[in-house]
């Protein structure tokens, strides 16, 4: 035993001291999944829930035949057609206007791709010349009078699907493990069940945003599309610092397709960004006491759109979304089991069954190549 002489003090008495250790243990990584429920004060979902007993969940989707398009290439004021993107869109004696001229389709199927056969000036004096990309504006059909109706344009509905997608994890203590006295945790099981939870959460809300729906049927295994993967038409891959105009311009180009954008969901720098527009057109939620502001909500010329902070969207990412066409849809919510005990241990296992709908893909839009 070692003999101590003079002053003693905390250095120097080291053996038997009691240990101030708090009785709890603080989490320090982010887990808040908006999407999935816990977003705001509510700790409710931004998106709205659905169920199923399938792994392929479906949906049926149909569209009008548009009212407009745009040229494919210049016409003079000699010319006897005009070229279009899309001239199924179009039938014999539809009336079309392409800026101040009128004009009468009097062949649909032209001789070259896109072209149509058509009737100039038709109540304007003179025809006029015609850029690319010029609109071109349907405005009825012109049979005559005691005519046969001409053969209808429609479109053919279309089955968008997706699978859902297994979440599996495993816990597995040994019975001392279990039983020995440890600080802030009562149960060793339960906290390390309640941790697999969360992970799971964490990927299952990334999946939701960056997944890709796949089968592989010799091996049974599939996963789920997410946003990424299924808004492919309003996608902006140029933009790399998002701007009020930019967003307003994928805002409107939203509107023209049909859809109504309710909710913006992006990750920190880009909320930095937004929380920088103009004052005049966003709202804040604001203690009076507090300096600063954190944006809500941004009214725009297209409704009032949900600002969500969600730290899982990617840094070049940002999603326009109109709400009322997006589903979570469980096939079975997480849930946790104890499996058959064999030696000295025992074993759970988490599992869940989920997939998604984006509907209206049309609807929605992305940018993805922000900086």
């Known amino acids: 035993m070692a003999v101590q002489t003079g002053r003693r003090g905390t250095y120097e008495s080291i053996v038997g001291v009691k240990l101030d250790v708090e009785d709890a243990i603080y989490m320090i990584s982010p887990f808040d999944v908006p999407f999935l429920g816990t977003y705001g004060p509510d700790r409710g979902s931004v998106l709205g829930k659905d169920s199923t007993s399938a792994t392929k969940i479906e949906w049926l989707e149909d569209e009008l035949v548009p009212g407009s398009d745009l040229m494919s290439g210049a016409a003079t004021t000699g010319d006897t057609?005009?070229?279009?993107?899309?001239?199924?869109?179009?039938?014999?004696?539809?009336?079309?206007?392409?800026?101040?001229?009128?004009?009468?389709?009097?062949?649909?199927?032209?001789?070259?791709?896109?072209?149509?056969?058509?009737?100039?000036?038709?109540?304007?004096?003179?025809?006029?010349?015609?850029?690319?990309?010029?609109?071109?504006?349907?405005?009825?059909?012109?049979p005559a009078e005691g005519d046969d109706p001409v053969a209808g344009v429609n479109f053919q509905r279309v089955q968008p699907f997706n699978f859902t997608q297994i979440y599996q994890d495993e816990v597995e203590i040994t019975r001392t493990e279990e039983k020995e006295a440890k600080y802030g945790v009562r149960s060793e099981s339960s906290y390390q069940i309640g941790k697999r939870l969360k992970e799971n959460a964490i990927k299952l809300e990334r999946n939701l945003i960056l997944g890709t729906r796949e089968q592989d049927t010799t091996n049974r295994r599939r996963s789920h599309g997410g946003m990424?993967?299924?808004?492919?038409?309003?996608?902006?891959?140029?933009?790399?610092?998002?701007?009020?105009?930019?967003?307003?311009?994928?805002?409107?180009?939203?509107?023209?397709?049909?859809?109504?954008?309710?909710?913006?969901?992006?990750?920190?720098?880009?909320?930095?960004?937004?929380?920088?527009?103009?004052?005049?057109?966003?709202?804040?939620?604001?203690?009076?006491?507090v300096r600063g502001a954190v944006v809500d909500w941004y009214d725009s010329d297209f409704g009032r759109i949900f600002i969500v902070l969600n730290r899982w969207v990617p840094l070049r990412f940002a999603f326009g979304l109109e709400k009322q066409y997006i589903d979570i849809t469980w096939f079975d919510p997480f849930f946790v089991e104890m499996l058959a005990k064999t030696g000295d241990r025992q074993q759970w296992e988490m599992v869940g069954e989920v997939s998604m709908k984006v509907r209206n893909e049309k609807a929605h839009f992305k940018f993805n190549a922000l900086t």
């Open 81 to 142: 057609f005009i070229v279009v993107d899309n001239r199924e869109f179009f039938k014999t004696n539809d009336l079309i206007r392409i800026n101040d001229e009128y004009l009468r389709i009097t062949d649909p199927t032209g001789t070259t791709a896109g072209s149509m056969v058509v009737e100039r000036s038709w109540g304007t004096p003179v025809a006029q010349s015609h850029a690319d990309a010029d609109t071109v504006l349907i405005l009825g059909n012109l």
């Open 228 to 289: 990424d993967f299924y808004i492919t038409t309003g996608v902006d891959s140029s933009t790399t610092t998002l701007t009020e105009a930019l967003l307003l311009d994928q805002l409107q180009n939203s509107f023209d397709r049909g859809g109504m954008v309710d909710l913006l969901a992006v990750g920190g720098t880009q909320k930095r960004l937004i929380s920088a527009f103009s004052e005049n057109d966003i709202r804040l939620s604001r203690d009076e006491n």
